[in-house]
């Protein structure tokens, strides 16, 4: 005994044939019509109607994930700009320390450079006067 036998439906209550039924009655064939052709048709208005909806809430859907993708694309773009003018900033800053390390660089020299000459001059200075 395996477990219990599953119905599947397919959602289409059309009989696989549509042919009309034939009724025997004392001997005789009667043709019955048969709701069969009314149900097929029916249900391929309802399959159409529904084929139309699943189309349009697919727009809809496509129309959502594509403006979800803009939305998502843009906030990328300021992410990676505000990223690019961190950089820019950074940069901007090592540029103004390399600059700021050169003035001092210069004026340490030029501070150098004015305690040599002071010291050449008095050097001077010296030599010029008479000795006494």
Do not use: C, W
């Not at 129309?63 to 998502?72: F, K, T």
């Amino acid at each position: 005994a395996g477990p219990p036998a599953t119905i599947v439906s397919t959602g289409s209550e059309v009989d696989p044939t549509a042919s009309p039924i034939v009724r025997r009655r004392k001997g005789k064939e009667i043709m019955v019509d048969s709701d069969t052709p009314k149900k097929k048709k029916l249900q391929e208005q309802i399959d159409a109607q529904m084929a139309r909806e699943l189309e349009e809430q697919q727009e809809r859907e496509d129309l959502r994930m594509n403006e979800q993708i803009a939305r998502d694309a843009e906030v990328a773009r300021i992410h990676a700009e505000e990223e690019i003018q961190g950089m820019i900033d950074s940069l901007d800053k090592s540029n103004e320390t390399v600059s700021l390390e050169k003035k001092k660089e210069l004026i340490s020299d030029l501070v150098k450079y004015q305690d040599h000459y002071k010291k050449v001059y008095k050097f001077q200075s010296q030599q010029r006067k008479p000795m006494s």
